[in-house]
């Protein structure tokens, strides 16, 4: 009987779907096990065979966990709002959510081709009303919130309300806006409702902000930096500048402390966690206040008019024992006070240097170390121990978002300011000349101080340091802080397809939709574009005011700002809906709750998490955040999403390039002849054939190297010609520089795998060829998880051929041919060392190794010849989490009716691994001669007897008596003669 793996797998696939196979229960008295795969994004060019690399491992993983017994939970769905389909909205006019739909079917169609065990009842997609009125739901109970910083948690905004109402706002120890005021509650009770709401914006665990944006004109909408490569846009390459907006905001930066000190209690790689631990950016120091000097302090007002005002500077620093070495100081172009310090004199240059550095990411203006710009504002700081005047510089090095956007600057121990003042011709004040410490020891993390006549003189830096807070603090000039490198997220994206915030504005405050009237449904617009007031795409929309009345959404025409008020125009970002999503499959129907208290308690968190390496910091810091704040608020019974996580490494592709001539865009070149080029004795033949066709000179000769599709190439790199005519229609009229025979060779290199690459393979086409099973055990076959591994098509037929061979094990040509015998010991051995080997490998998530384990254990019983049930029996529940197609019909056959995955997973016993015999090396005079298996309970003399009385113990002596006979039992013979 054939091994027909594409009826095999139709027919599983089919009994999977309509047995519900894979259908978790939310209470089970088997222990629980939690498997999730990172949300992927429903493109429209479907899946290549990079993607399910993750997918595979831990559907592996998952079907281990069901056999050894385990509810297992493993859910997919999609992350199906996004950038993608709203730019083919624009392009197109058809409504994103029928692309979405679309790709949705394809990607369905494809993961189910792989045998994936997904409990597809649970599917969720963020773009679904049902879904994101959760989403919508929890951006309520954030803005409801307050972070506490005394009892470290998250607290109801009405209990803020209640101590300003009896004790106002001196006591509170809040994560908050810095330009709070300090009030009484007699002034908080007398406040009007308007006043009340703004004083709570800036306690709100999301509010409304002017931020400095990464704002894209191309694409009309705020990016994200990980949205952002070498400062145009990932999607497009559009150009990227930074943009004063007023935005909503997520107060992560409250839970920084929390989010650090729980990576500790996390099973991740140490690499994640580091990632994790640099972003959040814990640093121990000081604020300082720098006085603005002289007469500056009479700043200019937007509307030009001078007033006086004693503004100041804050810096954060983490070395303020520096203080007495701080010669100038630089804020960020976009610092508040930029534009109201800056003088007359300096006013030009100084807004001409800010429109620059605003069409530069933060990411390049960091990067960027070589080229040192800045301008000076005129302006003047005073310092707070000597009162000398500081200057004040703007320089894009100093990033807003980051402290206070503002640097003390100390060239003699920093090499960004040394930079910038030896630049800039500034003055550096030989600061060590009465210190006993030099400049390298200065630098050093923990090294001595600057020393100031007697004021920082002998002490050691942690002295010296506590001694500066204090002055700080007792003269008013600062105080010791610990700081963190997380910003507050921008939450807000200019977008059509992305949730609508449940919030309308009254008198321009915020104020939300009750719950029980959501989900407040994304509305219909005629275009996707911003309108021409530079207003978000939603601006669009007709019918987009809240009625609170009925509340109800009504047309704009009705608003009249007593009953009907504007909804908000912005929508979510694309991590709003994947920031809690694991929660929701736990009780993904729940239509009361976004999961019920019983099932998350039972499901807790998900147990293993597996997805890129691209999402180490921020959808997760955003999940974490989202965690913890839902736990605070008592709606989880956990404080952190994923216990371990992997980040699968990435199957990269083997391009194919063509030559083209540079001069000549119609000629291209066969590489084996750009490769005579660079041979002398070939040079110049192959040099006459490019000349012949394009008449140029060898010093005009340049070829420009272009990606051609994979599909056009075959395993020899050859060229299909004619199909690259017609592939586009600037090569229909290419003329081709080939070999004698007319061949057209290309060169190949492995590089990230990318539909605008043209080296994507589909996983249809494989799995259509050689089967899905043969996909699965390939992708686990190329190499460990977490490493980046090429592929290579033509290697797929090996683990081919071992399906075969292994479906062949349990046939006699046309039948299947299972013995009730009791299987031999040499066969016993094979599958329990397998058994130890493969369960060692899935616990390690080795799965690269498993795969040449089976290859080992089924070479071994075909040459046993075995087909005991009382081996491949187990063997074949062994092998199916990789191989599920295979397996569940060979499972079949043995005449079992419930699924292979129900079985339970092989025993390993020790025993059939125990030696009883020894394979003794016989050696005359200390040189072998042959081996004999013996028993190892054999004695001595024993042994002796037995080797002498062999005929080939006999043929090497030829009728010589031995000298001795020497016996170590369980090692050697030696026959001395």
Not at 123 to 146: A, C, G, N
Not at 257 to 271: A, F, I, K, P
Not at 276 to 285: A, D, F, H, L, P
Not at 416 to 435: G, S, V
Request: some cysteine.
């Amino acid at each position: 009987m054939s091994y027909n793996f594409n009826e095999i797998e139709a027919k599983w696939q089919k009994y999977w779907a309509e047995n519900t196979t894979f259908r978790a229960s939310n209470s089970s008295g088997k222990p629980k096990y939690y498997v999730l795969d990172m949300f992927p994004y429903p493109s429209g060019a479907g899946l290549h065979v990079g993607h399910p690399l993750g997918y595979i491992a831990s559907d592996i993983y998952a079907r281990y966990k069901r056999h050894t017994g385990y509810n297992v939970l493993h859910p997919q769905g999609y992350d199906s709002f996004g950038l993608p389909a709203e730019q083919y909205a624009i392009q197109t006019g058809q409504h994103p959510a029928l692309t979405t739909a679309k790709n949705i079917k394809r990607y369905r169609e494809q993961l189910d081709k792989i045998g994936f065990s997904f409990d597809w009842s649970r599917e969720v997609r963020t773009s679904d009303p049902e879904y994101y009125k959760w989403t919508q739901w929890i951006f309520i109970q954030l803005f409801e919130s307050w972070y506490d910083l005394e009892a470290d948690r998250s607290r109801p905004v009405l209990d803020l309300e209640e101590i300003f109402a009896a004790e106002g706002n001196s006591r509170v120890n809040a994560a908050c806006d810095d330009d709070v005021e300090k009030f009484s509650a007699d002034t908080w009770n007398n406040f009007t409702t308007e006043g009340k709401q703004k004083i709570l914006l800036k306690y709100r665990l999301t509010y409304l902000a002017e931020a400095e944006v990464n704002w894209c004109p191309q694409l009309g909408t705020v990016l994200a930096n990980d949205e952002i490569v070498n400062g145009v846009s990932e999607r497009g390459g559009y150009p990227v500048v930074r943009k004063k907006m007023t935005q909503w905001s997520m107060r992560i930066s409250a839970f920084s402390e929390r989010l650090l000190q729980g990576l500790d209690q996390l099973d991740w790689s140490e690499s994640l966690k580091e990632s994790q631990r640099n972003w959040i950016g814990k640093s121990v120091g000081a604020m300082v206040h720098f006085n603005l000097y002289g007469e500056t302090l009479k700043l200019i007002q937007d509307d030009g008019s001078l007033s006086e005002y004693q503004a100041r500077i804050s810096v954060f620093t983490t070395r303020p024992d520096t203080i007495f070495g701080v010669s100038f100081m630089t804020l960020a172009p976009e610092h508040h006070l930029v534009k109201k310090i800056t003088t007359a004199q300096q006013k030009a240059e100084v807004e001409a240097y800010i429109a620059a550095s605003g069409k530069r990411s933060e990411r390049e203006r960091m990067a960027d170390v070589k080229n040192i710009t800045g301008v000076f504002t005129g302006a003047y700081a005073e310092h707070p121990f000597t009162k000398e005047p500081v200057p004040i510089w703007i320089g894009d090095y100093v990033l807003a978002g980051y402290g206070t956007g503002a640097v003390m600057a100390v060239p003699c121990g920093d090499q960004r300011d040394y930079d910038f003042a030896r630049h800039f011709e500034i003055p550096i004040p030989n600061i060590f000349d009465n210190a006993d410490i030099s400049q390298e020891a200065f630098s050093a993390k923990e090294g001595a101080v600057i020393a100031n006549s007697d004021f920082l003189s002998g002490l050691e830096y942690k002295e010296a340091l506590q001694k500066v807070i204090l002055e700080l603090e007792k003269t008013g000039h600062g105080y010791g802080k610990t700081n963190y490198r997380l910003r507050d997220a921008v939450f807000s994206r200019q977008r059509y397809w992305g949730e609508p915030f449940p919030v309308y504005y009254v008198n321009g405050l915020p104020q939300m939709i009750d719950a029980k009237h959501l989900p407040l449904h994304l509305p219909e617009v005629e275009k996707y574009l911003p309108t021409e007031t530079g207003e978000p795409p939603l601006g669009n929309a007709s019918t987009w005011a809240w009625d609170t009345s009925i509340n109800e959404v009504v047309g704009n025409e009705k608003i009249d700002d007593k009953t009907i008020f504007p909804l908000e125009l912005n929508t979510m970002p694309g991590w709003a809906g994947s920031s809690w999503y694991l929660f929701r499959y736990m009780d993904a129907d729940n239509e009361n709750e976004f999961v019920s208290n019983e099932s998350q308690k039972y499901w807790e968190n998900v147990d293993l998490y597996i997805g890129g390496s691209e999402h180490a910091t921020g959808h997760l810091l955003y999940s974490r955040f989202w965690t913890k704040f839902l736990y605070d608020r008592g709606q989880l019974s956990v404080e952190e999403p994923f216990k371990k996580l992997i980040n699968q490494g990435m199957i990269l592709g083997e391009s194919a390039f063509i030559y083209r001539v540079d001069s000549r865009p119609d000629v291209y070149v066969s590489y084996d002849i750009i490769m005579d080029l660079k041979d002398p004795k070939k040079a110049e033949s192959a040099f006459k054939l490019i000349q012949n066709l394009t008449g140029l000179s060898q010093d005009n000769l340049k070829f420009d190297k272009i990606h051609v599709d994979v599909s056009l190439v075959n395993s020899s790199n050859e060229l299909d010609i004619s199909k690259f005519r017609n592939w586009q229609p600037e090569f229909k009229h290419a003329k081709f520089v080939a070999d004698a025979d007319d061949i057209m060779r290309v060169s190949r290199e492995v590089e990230k795998m990318s539909k605008s690459k043209y080296n994507v393979v589909n996983p249809d086409d494989i799995c259509e060829d050689y089967g899905a099973d043969t996909l699965r055990m390939y992708e686990m076959f190329l190499g460990p998880l977490e490493q980046a591994k090429p592929w290579n098509t033509a290697g797929i037929t090996g683990v081919h051929n071992f399906l075969k061979k292994l479906w062949k094990l349990y046939h006699t040509k046309e039948e299947f041919d299972v013995s009730e015998q009791e299987a031999s010991v040499e066969s016993l051995k094979t599958l329990h060392k397998t058994i130890k080997k493969v369960t060692q490998d899935i616990e390690e998530f080795s799965f690269n190794t498993s795969i040449s384990t089976f290859m080992i254990c089924v070479n071994e019983l075909t040459v046993q010849k075995c087909n005991s049930r009382e081996v491949l029996e187990p063997l074949t529940v062994l092998i199916a989490p990789y191989a599920p197609h295979i397996a569940e019909e060979l499972w079949s056959k043995f005449g079992n009716l419930e699924s292979v995955a129900t079985a339970k997973y092989p025993v390993f016993e020790e025993k059939h691994l125990v030696e009883s015999t020894k394979n003794y090396p016989i050696s005359f005079n200390g040189k072998m001669r042959f081996t004999m298996e013996l028993p190892l309970d054999m004695k001595k003399d024993e042994i002796e007897n037995t080797v002498m009385e062999d005929e080939r113990t006999k043929k090497q002596l030829n009728g010589r008596s031995p000298k001795k006979v020497i016996v170590v039992p369980g090692k050697i013979v030696n026959i001395v003669g």
